[in-house]
């Protein structure tokens, strides 16, 4: 689990993100909403110490993430970015480099960490490309390359930035399958999402950014009612009931 407490952090000597207060919990999806610019992105990089954090806590497991070496924090917190260099490489092998926190001197992949990386692959259903050159796919596919790799990686916290960028909407709709089975199996799954109405529909637990504070969090039936959302967004949030759940719908 982490736990942020009375967490500032920014970049460049700016502090982005102020007196931030999360608990990223075992068995939940919790979305990051907000503007663009408003720190989502930023309170990632503090949690993977990518930036460093101003004051405050960071504790995963219980533990200051100062006192995690780079290995040892990899191993409980995968961190799928928005926007990465694409190397090179095959598809296979670049799943392989979510293993590097496992691996010891000489840097050689066991025949667990082939298993793990084949059944990454697996899960988001590119089995049949594992030696083709990632560079030649498609943008949704190569996400898709990138999630296998943050899979294979077996940390119990998800990190995923805009994980649906790029992707379909049938891929969009899968995506958020598997942040459900996952957290079923124990994994804390957090999420930086622009798509509100599919956010409120999928997750367990909704922190809504604004200008590097939390304006208001809670569960996606509380966020609607306190109307935090059209006053953030500057848009209108309406729901409909289905015998399949609440649905939201946005307009201006």
């Not at 006053?231 to 719908?249: L, S």
Request: with cysteine.
């Amino acid at each position: 689990m982490i736990e942020l407490i009375n967490m500032n952090a920014g970049y460049d000597g700016k502090e982005i993100l102020h007196d931030i207060n999360m608990r990223f919990e075992p068995g939940k999806i919790t979305a990051l909403i907000g503007p663009n610019g408003c720190g989502k992105s930023t309170l990632f990089k503090a949690i993977v110490r990518i930036n460093p954090h101003v004051s405050g806590r960071i504790l995963v497991d219980g533990k200051e993430i100062t006192e995690y070496s780079s290995k040892e924090l990899a191993k409980r917190v995968a961190y799928l970015p928005q926007s990465r260099k694409v190397p090179d490489i095959s598809v296979l092998s670049m799943v392989l480099h979510g293993r590097f926190a496992y691996l010891s001197y000489p840097r050689q992949y066991r025949k667990e960490d082939i298993e793990i990386a084949r059944k990454a692959l697996a899960w988001v259903g590119l089995s049949h490309l594992e030696e083709e050159n990632v560079n030649r796919l498609s943008g949704g596919m190569q996400q898709k390359v990138y999630l296998a790799m943050a899979l294979a990686q077996d940390a119990e916290t998800i990190l995923m930035d805009e994980p649906t960028t790029y992707l379909d909407i049938s891929h969009q709709l899968r995506l958020m399958e598997l942040a459900k089975k996952l957290a079923s199996e124990g994994k804390a799954v957090v999420m930086i999402l622009h798509d509100l109405p599919q956010a409120l529909r999928t997750v367990d637990w909704v922190e809504v950014l604004s200008e590097g504070h939390v304006i208001v969090a809670g569960t996606p039936s509380v966020i609607y009612e306190s109307g935090k959302l059209e006053e953030v967004f500057g848009v209108k949030i309406q729901h409909m009931d289905t015998e399949t759940g609440r649905h939201y719908v946005c307009e201006l």
